[in-house]
């Protein structure tokens, strides 16, 4: 029997899963459907219209294409007339909205370190 003060755990930790190339979270975009709101647009519609819903939108290891954000963003863009509206959502991305890349950053002692 082996003597279980010699013995050591290995423990790995698995990092969060990555976006494939070509892909990314939606996590910086929670924000939109209450930017569409302001704009008197409602946004189920708009996120079905490119196969998302409010509960993908709100998860944040949600993973899909670049080119699904951006239709998103134009259909966004053409309905309310607005040319920021990317803009306008990403003012409220928050380091946390990052994952582990903004929560690195926000515990980094300066920027060269980030």
Known sequence: MPNRAHTKASFTVSPPPLPFPGNMRLAPFMALP?????FGQEPQGILASVGLSLELIADTDTIVPF????RLLQQCRDLTGCEYFGLL???RVSLSSLGVVGFAMKSA???ATA
């Open 34 to 38: 209450a930017v569409l709101r302001e």
């Open 67 to 70: 080119a699904t954000v951006d």
């Open 89 to 91: 959502v990403g003012q």
């Open 109 to 111: 002692e300066n920027v």
